[in-house]
């Protein structure tokens, strides 16, 4: 039992220090990518709820991405939105954008 036990306690610890370095990930890259074009940054995040952003980063983002690549205001940002980065990024974007949505009750911190 005690080995059962330690076992879970384990996977647990593992699994939401995981989800926690994701949603870190996410802020980095929407620092680094979006705030240029989105500068209200938090005030943005917080437009959509959790359901909304679910449906924009279905599919690793391809809403998303499709949203960017027909706007031509956002010409500066097609290049990293046709790239692989982007699909990889998606997944931590997306946890990013879910933990700060309008009805999470969360607030990213400012830097």
Request: a positive charge.
């Amino acid at each position: 039992m005690n080995k059962f036990f330690l076992f879970l306690v384990s996977v647990m610890f593992l699994t939401l220090g995981n989800s926690n370095a994701a949603v870190y990930k996410g802020q980095k890259v929407f620092v680094k990518k979006c705030v240029e074009c989105h500068e209200s940054g938090q005030s943005f995040i917080a437009t959509k709820k959790i359901r909304e952003w679910k449906k924009f980063m279905k599919k690793r983002g391809e809403a998303l991405a499709e949203i960017h690549l027909k706007d031509e205001n956002a010409k500066k940002s097609w290049s990293y939105f046709e790239s692989r980065k982007y699909t990889k990024d998606s997944r931590d974007l997306e946890q990013f954008l879910e933990e700060y949505a309008k009805d999470s009750g969360n607030v990213p911190a400012c830097n």
